[in-house]
Structures are given as structure tokens and as C-alpha cells.
């Protein structure tokens, strides 16, 4: 694995965990009445590499799943997301 390659991975990782985390936290505070994290947020973590976590966030959690926003722009995200990490995986090989 090169350098790049091994940056990738852990930008993936650390982006998909931290989307993951957000969700997590966000179901947390709707179940308790607390303050929420913003959709945009949400959002935006899962647009930036984080899709797998925020899809796993909404199915393990059961969070906004309901919200055909999410579910179109996340599923979106994810796919757009394999195929551009493939070919930036296969790019710095």
C-alpha cells in the first residue's frame, strides 16, 4: 500500500466513524428531548466520505430513515463514493 493509499484509508475511516458518531449522538438527544445536530451536519458528514457510517448510523440506529432527504442523498453519496474511492485507490497504486 502506498502513502496515498494509506491516507485514503484512514480519511475513510475517520470520516465514515465520525458520521457514524454523529448519528449515534443525534438519536441519543431525540430519545432524551435534548438539543439536536443540524441536518445540514448530518448531512454534510455523510457527503464528504462518511456515507457508509451515516447508512449504517440509519439502520443499526434507526434514525431518519424516514426522511426520503436522507435516504436519496446518502444512498447517493455512498455510491458516488464507492466508485470514486476505487478509482483513487487504483490511481495511486
Not at 23 to 29: G, L, Q, S, T
Not at 60 to 77: C, E, G, P, R
Amino acid at each position: 500500500m502506498t502513502a496515498a493509499q494509506l491516507a485514503l484509508a484512514v480519511y475513510i475511516a475517520a470520516v465514515n466513524l465520525l458520521a457514524f458518531a454523529l448519528y449515534a449522538v443525534d438519536k441519543r438527544r431525540a430519545r432524551l428531548h435534548m438539543w439536536r445536530i443540524r441536518e445540514s451536519t448530518l448531512l454534510l458528514a455523510a457527503v464528504l466520505g462518511g456515507s457508509l457510517g451515516a447508512l449504517l448510523g440509519m439502520h443499526l440506529l434507526h434514525h431518519k430513515t424516514k426522511h426520503n432527504k436522507f435516504y436519496f442523498t446518502v444512498s447517493t453519496a455512498f455510491f458516488v463514493q464507492v466508485f470514486l474511492y476505487a478509482y483513487l485507490f487504483w490511481r495511486f497504486s
